[in-house]
């Protein structure tokens, strides 16, 4: 099993280009999240999906759209990048459970520069 | 508003005294505390996690408390090892379990 497999892992993009970090699980999770994370910030939640189907807004939702494609598939969409998108961005999955939800397991982060 | 404290930022220590590391949550309604460790350019792997009907947990060296009625909890790893070196993130699911937030981390560093 791969677990969550993001692409890019690196990409530069100029202010105003826009482009799609692709996000995949093969763990047969109901829920999806994207983060981002910036120095002594921690994890950020952007969106997050419950279940295939549905999605919502996390924390910093701002300038960014998401895409529940299926249930393997959870995409995130920066329209008009921007300097201040600059970060490592995580996709993760969960299971969801009655009450709750489980351990997330994340991708290997995709690093991203807006110049 | 949701949020996670964090406390300290770093901690320094030295190799084989204990570190403890203490968070606090705003939502009455949490019910699931994970705990990560990042080692650098790594992802986030959990390292142990407890539920709101639970006050303690315990694996080899690693222990979470949870204290409903103060909304905090903590990590508690004892005889500390280089390999403890990483950041450490608290984190609390909210908004019925979906919605994970989580505390801005601990950079631990272990001195040999």
């Known amino acids: 099993n791969a677990g969550v497999t993001q692409t890019p892992k690196f990409q530069v993009l100029k202010t105003g280009q826009s482009m799609t970090l692709q996000c995949a699980q093969d763990?047969?999770?109901?829920?999806m999240y994207w983060y981002r994370q910036d120095p002594g910030m921690g994890l950020r939640l952007i969106y997050y999906?419950?279940?295939?189907?549905?999605?919502d807004k996390g924390e910093v939702p701002n300038g960014y759209n998401v895409s529940r494609l299926n249930k393997r598939e959870f995409s995130l969409r920066l329209e008009s990048a921007a300097p201040s998108q600059t970060s490592v961005y995580f996709c993760?999955?969960?299971?969801?459970?009655?009450?709750?939800?489980?351990?997330?397991?994340f991708g290997q982060g995709t690093r991203l520069t807006v110049v | 508003g949701e949020n996670v404290e964090q406390h300290p930022s770093t901690l320094s220590v030295q190799e084989g005294d204990s570190a403890v590391i203490k968070c606090t949550y705003s939502?009455?309604?949490?019910?699931?505390f994970p705990w990560y460790k990042q080692e650098l350019g790594k992802r986030p792997q959990l390292i142990i996690d407890?539920?709101?009907?639970?006050g303690e947990k315990k694996d080899q060296r690693i222990a979470v408390t949870l204290n409903k009625t103060a909304k905090h909890f903590s990590l508690h790893i004892t005889e500390t090892q280089p390999e403890d070196s990483a950041v450490y993130f608290c984190?609390?699911?909210?908004?019925?379990?979906?919605?994970?937030?989580f505390g801005a981390g601990t950079r631990l560093f272990v001195k040999a």
């Open positions: 993760a999955s969960s299971e969801a459970i009655s009450g709750g939800v489980t351990e997330a397991f």
């Open positions: 763990m047969n999770h109901n829920s």
């Open positions: 999906s419950a279940s295939e189907g549905t999605t």
């Open positions: 939502d009455s309604a949490s019910n699931y």
């Open positions: 407890i539920r709101s009907n639970v």
């Open positions: 984190a609390a699911s909210i908004g019925g379990g979906f919605k994970t937030i």
